[in-house]
């Protein structure tokens, strides 16, 4: 019985942070659910018509979820799509620059004015990927973040359009991130 018990807690616990979802502009504003998936779409279709690509980056869990989409973007939706996770790429970076680095280096070289980032990062505070949404900005790429845990991380602040889920558990954010980059997927998918 405890299992049951626990695992409706945990059922409700992330019902409750999909509900909670937060998006915000620019300038911090905030703008309902599904405004900001629409925003995103347009973003990620503004890129699309151009011949851009959109790039994913995050870490661990986050890392893979990067993937998934990326892979899920250009095989599903034919939308030009990519992630810096070769390992290679990484330890050659974290190498040779440092770890905080291993994101910012491959997008100051590869990012073409109007590709989009997708930062993806559960504390919204990983150097890397804050490292990585500051050089989007600086090669002309709008940012979409993805974070967590708590409501003033300064990923929070690095996006045009920033999603954040108010939970503290890994589970619940990084499925909610998941769930997010497959519904601006979907939508852009059905036609708008």
């Known amino acids: 019985m405890m299992y049951a018990e626990t695992a409706l807690k945990c059922f409700t616990d992330f019902k409750a942070a999909l509900d909670a979802i937060m998006v915000t502009n620019a300038e911090g504003l905030p703008v309902d659910f599904i405004s900001g998936i629409a925003a995103a779409c347009e973003v990620v279709t503004a890129c699309h018509k151009t011949g851009g690509k959109v790039m994913f980056i995050g870490n661990g869990g986050s890392a893979a979820i990067a993937s998934h989409m990326a892979i899920d973007f250009w095989k599903n939706g034919r939308i030009k799509a990519t992630v810096f996770n070769d390992p290679s790429l990484l330890t050659c970076i974290a190498n040779d620059y440092g770890y905080e680095f291993v994101f910012e280096k491959p997008i100051e070289m590869f990012a073409d004015n109007g590709d989009v980032l ?75």
Do not use: W
């Not at 600086?138 to 990923?155: A, E, M, Q, Y």
């Open 118 to 192: 997708i930062a993806i990062s559960s504390s919204g505070s990983s150097k890397n990927i804050l490292n990585g949404a500051d050089m989007a900005v600086k090669n002309s790429c709008p940012v979409i973040t993805l974070s967590g845990f708590k409501p003033d991380n300064p990923l929070r602040k690095k996006g045009g359009i920033n999603f954040y889920v108010p939970s503290n558990v890994y589970g619940i954010v990084e499925v909610a991130h998941q769930y997010i980059c497959h519904l601006i997927l979907d939508t852009i998918m059905d036609g708008g």
